[in-house]
């Protein structure tokens, strides 16, 4: 091979993965939600209401998300990568909360990653498991086809979710939380993927 074509084959190389590694997912997934109680004390219509039966999350460039659900508490809840920030809107409370992202004051006992047989919207799936030293326990399944670009993320250590997308690298399609008296599970019924407007990411 000639030196010109080595030289042009390198600069294939490179601008191909240029283009790999930019090829960030911008758009919306939608889930069902599903909650169980664990202990007959709970009422199943209490957590109906609670958790509520949809939730949409929003990837915006920049590593900002929005999630919307429709329960009686929830409203919304905002990331912004560039300020690390997480605003949250609850139905009761007038006023938009504001939490630093970089704070987690549960215990991590151990964070797994294991291969998976579920299979979300025809994706194969790999699980993590992220347990808490209180007893809780989240699971995510994600589809490494599904790609995000995890720097934004590098400082968000809300729930260790720096550790999931440094090791996921991408958007969860299901998702299960565990408590010693109740359990809630998100899974993905439609993902979208298209451009999403910066003004959904202003907590106002």
Known sequence: MSKAATILAMLMVYLSADVCANDSFEGVIEYKIQSKALIPEIPQELLDSTYGNSQTIYYGKGGHFRIETNSTVGNWEIYRADENKQYIKTKPNAE???????????VLKHLTVKDAELKVLGRNTKLIEIAYEDGSISRYWYAPSLYINPEPYENLKFAYYDRYWEIAKSPYLQHERIHDTWKVTYTAVNVVEKEVSDDLFQPQ
């Open 96 to 106: 938009i909360e504001v939490f630093d992202a970089s704070e987690e004051n549960r």
